[in-house]
């Protein structure tokens, strides 16, 4: 939405308000009702599933030019996840009802909408994929990584880099696997040259090489 024509975005403005949340703070929990929905304008929040009580599963990461709660707040619903910042973050709110008419006035908001919700299909996929398809440990951490250049790296020298954001326990979790096993294969595509990490910044170096692990 931040790439909206300049009347278009001018009137979005108009229905949003700016606030900023500190690393580790909760925006909105799974099963509330979807009052609002959010456009991150920086920083990062991760999305998770599961029971309080229970064990979380980490959905994606979110980061600038994201849209949280766009699917509840259309269908009057309720959060399907919850939102924590995982960095300090500055958002818009946007009350249902404010979006809703202005998404009324305004075509080209009505298909980016649109986009936004087929976007969220495609990251469900690629966690069905990551979870079912991936037959080791290898191929599995390789996808996530591909995923989190995807969505919130910068292309570097034929490569990726990205905010390492996620502890390695975060990202067994989305692998399917252990914190141990996590930290053994990060070394092994350190060794093999495929990953540095340096300042909490990760780079892929070799992309097709990760791939070519699932």
């Known amino acids: 939405f931040c790439s909206l024509g300049s009347a278009v975005l001018a009137d979005l403005e108009l229905v949003t308000s700016t606030i900023s949340l500190p690393p580790q703070a909760a925006l909105f929990t799974q099963g509330e009702d979807a009052r609002c929905l959010y456009l991150i304008c920086g920083g990062y929040l991760k999305l998770t599933a599961g029971r309080a009580q229970d ?12 849209v949280l709660g766009l699917y509840a707040a259309l269908s009057h619903g309720v959060y399907e996840v919850s939102a924590e910042s995982l960095t300090s973050a500055q958002l818009r709110p946007v009350e249902r009802e404010r979006f809703l008419t202005f998404l009324r006035n305004h075509r080209e908001a009505q298909m980016r909408a649109v986009q ?15 979870i079912a398809l991936a037959e080791t440990v290898a191929g599995r951490l390789g996808r996530l990584l591909l995923e989190l250049a995807h969505q919130i790296g910068e292309h570097v020298n034929g490569g990726y880099r ?21 930290t053994r294969t990060l070394g092994q595509f350190r060794k093999e040259g495929s990953i540095t990490i340096e300042d909490s910044m990760i780079t892929l170096h070799q992309p097709d090489r990760l791939q070519n692990l699932i």
């Open 55 to 66: 064990r979380q599963m980490i959905v994606r990461v979110a980061g600038p030019g994201s």
């Open 162 to 182: 990205f905010p390492l954001l996620l502890t390695h326990e975060e990202m067994a979790s989305m692998a399917c696997t252990t914190r141990e096993t996590v």
């Open 116 to 130: 936004c919700i087929c976007q969220e299909y495609r990251f469900a996929l690629q966690d069905a994929c990551r």
